[in-house]
């Protein structure tokens, strides 16, 4: 039975990590990100990847870092046939990745050379792509810079967002790597070398990024908005409230209203001037302290008193 070293972190992972185990390739260890305090009283979470190692009894390793830790040395002389890493959050040392004894492999959320780095999907959404992909890639100690095994393409549609589009890219790779593991056993692989001319980064998103300038276009901010929706979420300062946006649309208008008016108010409508004049009609809003609420509710509460010309964004 091939045995596999799997390291991953978030639900992503845990789906391709449900796919081994169910396809019945035996997974010897995971390796997953330490607990990580969130909310207001800072509480313990745990990973999925955690969790579903605990369910399923995997020997499981949580280091901060991996490099030069007791853990990666006893990692090591597990003699995995596999690693597989999908969505982890670190770098890997050259000694752990050559220590499987057929090959270290990392299931990507992109078309590599496109969106090396942590953040592929959310980056396809903020440029606007029109299509996304899975790529299965040996490991090699640049970041995704190994040869490409397989890859498979997925269509983004207009009502993806960062949530929706993570779910479909995590049964992509976890058929997809379904499909490879044999390829790679039996020796039948042909790997294709990254273009450099084409490589494209796609850094962890910033906190300075989860901010909304209206004064980009109605399209970006739409893009901006499903890029980090549902997590972490972008805001804005709405009517003077710190306000996260989670869906919106783009209205052709071609206002000549100041950034930030309000085009159409109603009982279930908000639109806002964007930089190019045309709207963001807004559908599901989160003021802070409350919850994620349909634009009806927001505007049968919070926003009933909001009036067409008035400046609600003030940008600089």
Do not use: C
Not at 152 to 168: A, R, V, W, Y
Not at 273 to 297: L, R, T, Y
């Amino acid at each position: 039975m091939t045995k596999i070293i799997f390291l991953g972190t978030p639900e992503f992972s845990a789906t391709v990590l449900k796919g081994l185990l169910k396809e019945g390739y035996d997974v010897i260890a995971a390796v997953t990100q330490p607990d990580k305090p969130v909310g207001r009283k800072q509480k313990l979470q745990k990973s999925p990847v955690k969790i579903v190692a605990e369910d399923e009894n995997i020997k499981l390793y949580q280091p901060a870092k991996l490099p030069g830790s007791p853990e990666v040395e006893e990692l090591k002389a597990m003699n995995a046939d596999l690693i597989v890493t999908a969505a982890y959050g670190q770098f890997l040392p050259t000694s752990f990745l050559n220590s499987a004894k057929v090959a270290a492999i990392n299931v990507h959320g992109s078309l590599l050379p496109k969106y090396r780095g942590g953040a592929p999907i959310q980056w396809s959404l903020l440029n606007g792509d029109k299509e996304t992909g899975i790529t299965i890639m040996y490991m090699v100690k640049a970041m995704d810079a190994g040869d490409i095994i397989s890859q498979e393409k997925l269509p983004i549609t207009k009502d993806d967002d960062n949530g929706s589009l993570f779910e479909k890219m995590a049964v992509v790779g976890r058929e997809l790597l379904l499909d490879t593991i044999p390829k790679i056993l039996n020796n039948e692989i042909t790997p294709i070398k990254q273009d450099p001319d084409k490589v494209v980064f796609s850094p962890n998103i910033s906190k300075e990024q989860e901010h909304i300038d209206f004064n980009q276009t109605a399209k970006q901010v739409y893009n901006q908005i499903r890029a980090l929706s549902p997590d972490p979420g972008a805001w804005t300062m709405l009517d003077g409230q710190r306000t996260k946006l989670y869906k919106t649309d783009v209205i052709e208008i071609n206002s000549d209203q100041p950034v930030g008016t309000v085009y159409e108010v109603g009982k279930k409508k908000l639109v806002i001037v964007a930089g190019d004049g045309q709207g963001v009609s807004i559908k599901k809003i989160q003021p802070a302290g409350k919850k994620i609420m349909d634009i009806a509710n927001y505007m049968n509460g919070m926003g009933k008193n909001l009036e067409k010309g008035q400046q609600v964004i003030n940008e600089k």
